[in-house]
C-alpha cells in the first residue's frame, strides 16, 4: 500500500510538472545572420505603409497599440507580446524581421502573404513606434 501511495504522488508530481511546462514558451532563438542584418529601409520613409500593413496582418492578434490584445489573442497560444515594451524594443530590427517573416507555433509564417521583404521591414520600421 506504502508503495501505492509513493508511485501516485510520483505520477501526479511528473503530471504537474509536465503540465507547468506547456505553459512555458521556449525562447526564440534567431538565427545570428538576422539579429545582425541591418534594416535597408529609411524608418522615417514610408511610415504609413508599415502602420497600414501592421493593421492588415499583425492588428488582429497583438492589438493596435501592440500590446497582445487584438480580437483574436484570445484564440492564440503562448505569448503575444508587447511591442511597447523595453524588451521587445532592445531586439535588433534583424530579430524582429526573422519573427515576422518565420513565425513559430501560433505565429505564420509571411513570406507568402507578404513575399515582398521591404514590407516586413516597413511593419519593423511601424513598430518601433509603438514603444511607450
Request: with cysteine; charged share 30%; net charge negative.
Amino acid at each position: 500500500m506504502k508503495t501505492f501511495k509513493i508511485l501516485t504522488i510520483i505520477g501526479v508530481l511528473v503530471f504537474i510538472f509536465f503540465s507547468f511546462n506547456s505553459f512555458v514558451q521556449e525562447e526564440w532563438k534567431v538565427p545570428e545572420k538576422y539579429v545582425n542584418m541591418k534594416n535597408p529601409t529609411d524608418p522615417k520613409v514610408d511610415l504609413k505603409i508599415g502602420k497600414s500593413l501592421y493593421s492588415k496582418h499583425c492588428k488582429s492578434c497583438h492589438g493596435k497599440e501592440g500590446y497582445g490584445d487584438g480580437t483574436k489573442a484570445d484564440e492564440v497560444e503562448g505569448d503575444l507580446g508587447d511591442f511597447s515594451s523595453e524588451e521587445f524594443q532592445a531586439q535588433t530590427d534583424g530579430e524582429i524581421f526573422y519573427k515576422t517573416t518565420f513565425g513559430r507555433d501560433d505565429m505564420p509564417e509571411y513570406t507568402k502573404k507578404m513575399p515582398d521583404d521591404e514590407d516586413r521591414w516597413l511593419i519593423v520600421n511601424y513598430m518601433r513606434t509603438l514603444a511607450e
